[in-house]
C-alpha cells in the first residue's frame, strides 16, 4: 500500500491532479488508515499509470476514466513494474508537483513575489492550455485544499487566487480579437457563483482558438443572460458550474436561454457540470482538459453562419 505522496512519484501524477481524477472521475478509490490518510494498492497505481497514459495521448479524461473503469481502455505497455519511471517510459514529472507546491507554499508565507515567480516559472513550461490544466489549476485545488485543512487562512487563498485571476485576464487580452457584435459564445458564470478561474480559463482558451467569446464573468443573473443572448444572437453559452451549489441556478440559465432561444447551444463546464445539464436536452458537458474542452465547443458550433444564413 501507498500514501498519496509515494503514488504520485510512482506515476508521475502530481497530487493535486490525483486528487481531481480521484474525486471527479472515481479512477481510483483508496482506502483510508484510522487516522484519515489516504492508501493506494497495486490495482490503484496501475489504473492511475493507465489514466496517466491516455490523457497524455490525446483522451479527454472523463474518457479515459470511464474506459478504464468498463475495461475498454486499450492495453497499456509496460514499465508498470519501474516505479522510477513513467507510463510513456521516461522519467515522471515532478517538477510540477514542486511547482504545485511552491505555490501553496507562498500562499502561506504571504509572499505574492513568490506567488508571481512561481506563475512565471509555471507558464514558461509550455502552451497555455497544458500549463494551465496541469498546473495552474490544480495549484488552485491544493490552495483549496490547504485552506480546508487550516494551513492557510482566507485571507492567502484570496491573494493566491487574485495572483491567478489577474495572469488569466491579462491571457485574455492577449489571446485575440474581441467577439463579434452578432453570433457570440457567451461564457459565464449562474447566479451566486463566484469562482471564475475555470470559466476565465476556458474564455482564454476559446479566444485563442478563435472562438467569438463574450466573457460575462461570475455572478450573472439569468435575465441578464438571456438579455445578453438576444443582443448577441448568441450561438452557444457556456455555463460554469464550479461547485454542487452552483448546479441548479446554472440549470435555471440554460432553460432560459433556451425558451428564449431553443437552438442555442448550451455548454457546461466545472465539477458539477454533470449535474447542471441532467434537466437540460442536448447540453454538453465540457472536458476538464482546456484544449478537449475547447475542440468540443468547436465541434458543437457547426459552420459558421453566412449572409443570408448560409454557411461560411
Same mark, same amino acid.
Given at each position: ?11 508521475? %501524477? ?6 481531481? $481524477? ?11 488508515? =484510522? ?9 490503484? %497505481? ?6 496517466? /497514459?491516455?490523457? #497524455?495521448?490525446? $483522451?479527454?479524461?472523463?474518457? &479515459? ?6 475495461? #475498454? ?15 510513456? @517510459?521516461?522519467?515522471? +514529472?515532478?517538477? *510540477? ?35 494551465? /490544466? ?8 491544493? %490552495?483549496? +485544499? ?39 459564445? !457567451?461564457? @459565464? ?19 485563442? =482558438? ?13 435575465? +441578464? $443572460?438571456?438579455? /445578453? &443572448? ?5 450561438? =452557444? ?5 464550479? /461547485?454542487?451549489?452552483? *448546479? ?23 465539477? &458539477? ?12 458537458? !465540457?472536458?476538464?482538459?482546456?484544449? +478537449? ?5 468547436? =465541434? ?11 454557411? &461560411?
Amino acid at each position: 500500500m501507498y500514501t498519496i505522496k509515494e503514488a504520485a512519484a510512482r506515476t508521475g %501524477i502530481p497530487i493535486p491532479l490525483l486528487r481531481a $481524477w480521484q474525486s471527479r472521475y472515481g479512477v481510483v478509490t483508496p482506502t483510508r488508515t =484510522a487516522a484519515g490518510y489516504r492508501l493506494y494498492d497495486d490495482a490503484a %497505481i496501475d489504473r492511475l499509470r493507465s489514466m496517466r /497514459t491516455l490523457v #497524455e495521448a490525446g $483522451w479527454a479524461p472523463s474518457n &479515459a476514466a470511464r474506459a478504464i473503469l468498463t475495461g #475498454e481502455a486499450p492495453a497499456i505497455a509496460a514499465s508498470a513494474d519501474d516505479p522510477a519511471r513513467s507510463p510513456t @517510459g521516461g522519467p515522471p +514529472d515532478n517538477g *510540477a508537483t514542486s511547482r504545485i507546491d511552491a505555490f501553496v507554499g507562498a500562499a502561506i508565507a504571504l509572499d505574492s513575489v513568490r506567488l508571481e515567480r512561481v506563475l512565471d516559472d509555471m507558464f514558461s513550461r509550455g502552451s497555455f492550455e497544458r500549463v494551465t /490544466t496541469d498546473e495552474v489549476l490544480p495549484a488552485l485545488t491544493a %490552495i483549496g +485544499d490547504a485552506w480546508a485543512d487550516g494551513r492557510l487562512g482566507v485571507g492567502a487563498e484570496h491573494a493566491a487566487s487574485h495572483a491567478v485571476l489577474r495572469r488569466l485576464a491579462g491571457a485574455f487580452q492577449a489571446a485575440g480579437r474581441p467577439a463579434a457584435s452578432v453570433g457570440a459564445v !457567451l461564457v @459565464g458564470l449562474p447566479p451566486g457563483s463566484r469562482h471564475e478561474l475555470g470559466a476565465l480559463a476556458f474564455a482564454v482558451a476559446g479566444r485563442r =482558438a478563435g472562438l467569438p467569446v463574450l466573457y460575462l464573468g461570475p455572478d450573472l443573473p439569468a435575465a +441578464d $443572460w438571456v438579455a /445578453t &443572448a438576444s443582443d448577441t444572437r448568441a450561438r =452557444a453559452a457556456v455555463i460554469g458550474s464550479p /461547485t454542487g451549489a452552483d *448546479a441548479a441556478p446554472a440549470t435555471d440559465v440554460a432553460l432560459a436561454l433556451r425558451a428564449e432561444n431553443p437552438s442555442i447551444v448550451i455548454a457546461f463546464g466545472g465539477r &458539477a457540470a454533470d449535474r447542471a445539464s441532467g434537466r437540460v436536452s442536448t447540453a454538453i458537458v !465540457l472536458p476538464a482538459s482546456l484544449t +478537449d474542452a475547447v475542440e468540443r465547443m468547436t =465541434a458543437s458550433l457547426g459552420p459558421k453562419p453566412g449572409p443570408r444564413g448560409r454557411s &461560411a
